[in-house]
C-alpha cells in the first residue's frame, strides 16, 4: 500500500518536475546503503548505485567525493523525487567548511558533481549555484545513524554536535529533518532474530529516543531500518520499514515544498 501510494504521489508544487531529498550521516553509519535501499525497494531488485561506505569500524573515511542525485523509479515510471548523497561525517574531520557546504546543498546552491573539498564551496566556484530554483534546492534532510553505535562517546559527541549546528541553521528557514537508525538487527538480537519485532524492541526504543534526545529530532521522526548491504534479494520485512521512513521523508518535504521558497 505504502509503495502503490509513493508512486502515485503528486508533488505540491507543479513547477517542480523533482523534489530533492538530501541525505547525511557519518562515515559506516549506512548513508550510501540507504539510498540504495530506497532504489531497491522501488525496483524490485537489489541495486548499488550510490557506492556504499557503511564498513562498520574499518571505516576511516568517506567513499562518496561529490554530490550526486539519484532518481527515484519504479518498475512503471520515473518518480518525482531525487535523493542527494554528499560526502560521509567524518569525526576527526568536520569542520566549519563541511557544514557550510551541506547547509548550501540543502539550499541549492552546490551544483551536481560539485567535489567536497577541505575548504568550503565559495561563490566565485563554477559550482556555485548563485540563484538556485525551488527544484535545485533540497526539502527534507535526513540523517543516517546508526542504532549499534549510539553511545555517549567523544566522538559521537563531536557528530551530533554538528548535527545539531546544522539542524538549528536549516530550521529557521523551515527545513523538516528525519533520522534514519539504521543496522537495527545488529542493535538487537529480538530485531536480528525477527524484524517484525523491531517497534516491539526495549532497545530499539531507547536508542530512538537517545537519538531524539541527542540530535533534537522528534522521536515520531525516527524511523528504524535495516538497509540491504549483502542480500542479492529483496525482502518484504526490510522493505516495509524502508517505505515507512520513505513516506514520512516524503511527505515532510512536499509540505516545505508547498510553502515556497519565501524563507530560503
Known sequence: MLKR???KFTLSNPDVKNMKILVAGQIGAGKSSFINSVLSVFQGEIVNEAIAEDLGSAASHSFTKILRAYRIRSKDADLPFEICDIKGLEPEKISECQIEDIVNSIFGHVKEGYKFEEKS???DDEHYNQNPSL????FCLVYVIDASKIQLTAEDKIITEKLKKIRQTISDKGIPQVIVMSKVD???PLVKNDLKMVYRSKIIKERMELCSAKVGVPVSHIFPV???HNEIDTND???VLILKAFDQIVRSANARLRRGASNI
Not at 527544484?135 to 533540497?138: F, G, K, L, P, V
Open 5 to 7: 501510494r509513493l508512486e
Open 186 to 188: 545488529e542493535a538487537c
Open 226 to 228: 535495516k538497509n540491504y
Open 237 to 239: 520485512d526490510v522493505d
Open 135 to 138: 527544484s535545485d534546492q533540497a
Open 121 to 123: 564551496l565559495t561563490s
